[in-house]
C-alpha cells in the first residue's frame, strides 16, 4: 500500500510540476508580449518628437536623447538642467496641476458622477492590461 501510495503521489507531483512550468511559460509569454508592447509604444513616441509633433523642445531633448547626451528619465527626473528639459518639466507640472483642479472641481459638484467615471476608468484599464496579455 505504502509503494502506491507514494506512485500516486509522485504522479500528483509531477502533474503540478507540469502544470506549473505550463504557466511559468504562459506568463513569460505575456511578459514579452508587453515588452514589445511598451517598446513599439515608446519608440512611436520618440519617432513623434523626432518630427516635433510634440514641440520644439521635446524635438531638441530627443535628438540629445538619440546622441546619448541625455535620457527621458533624465529630463522627467530633474536631473537634466537645459532651458528646454525645463520648460518640458514646468509644462508637465502644469497640465498635472490643471487635470488635479479639475478632478477636485469634479469630484466637489457630482461626488457620484466621480465615482463612477473612476470605476468606468479603472475597468477600461483592466480591459485594455488584458487585451495586452493576450496579443
Same mark, same amino acid.
Given at each position: ?29 505575456? *511578459?514579452? !508580449?508587453?515588452? $514589445?508592447?511598451?517598446?513599439?509604444? @515608446?519608440?512611436?513616441?520618440?519617432? +513623434?518628437? /523626432? ?45 498635472? *496641476?490643471? !487635470?488635479?483642479? $479639475?478632478?477636485?472641481?469634479?469630484? @466637489?459638484?457630482?461626488?457620484?458622477? +466621480?465615482? /463612477? ?19
Amino acid at each position: 500500500m505504502a509503494d502506491a501510495d507514494r506512485a500516486e503521489r509522485a504522479e500528483r507531483l509531477a502533474d503540478d510540476i507540469g502544470w506549473l512550468k505550463s504557466m511559468s511559460e504562459e506568463f513569460d509569454g505575456a *511578459a514579452t !508580449r508587453v515588452r $514589445d508592447r511598451v517598446n513599439t509604444d @515608446a519608440e512611436s513616441l520618440a519617432e +513623434a518628437r /523626432r518630427r516635433g509633433d510634440h514641440g520644439r523642445d521635446w524635438q531638441l531633448l530627443q535628438q540629445w536623447i538619440d546622441q546619448g547626451k541625455t535620457t527621458e528619465v533624465e529630463i522627467l527626473c530633474g536631473i537634466e538642467k537645459s532651458p528646454p528639459a525645463r520648460r518640458i518639466r514646468k509644462q508637465i507640472a502644469m497640465s498635472i *496641476a490643471a !487635470r488635479r483642479g $479639475d478632478l477636485a472641481d469634479y469630484v @466637489a459638484t457630482d461626488p457620484r458622477g +466621480a465615482y /463612477r467615471a473612476l470605476k468606468g476608468a479603472s475597468a477600461s484599464l483592466s480591459d485594455s492590461l488584458r487585451q495586452a496579455l493576450k496579443a
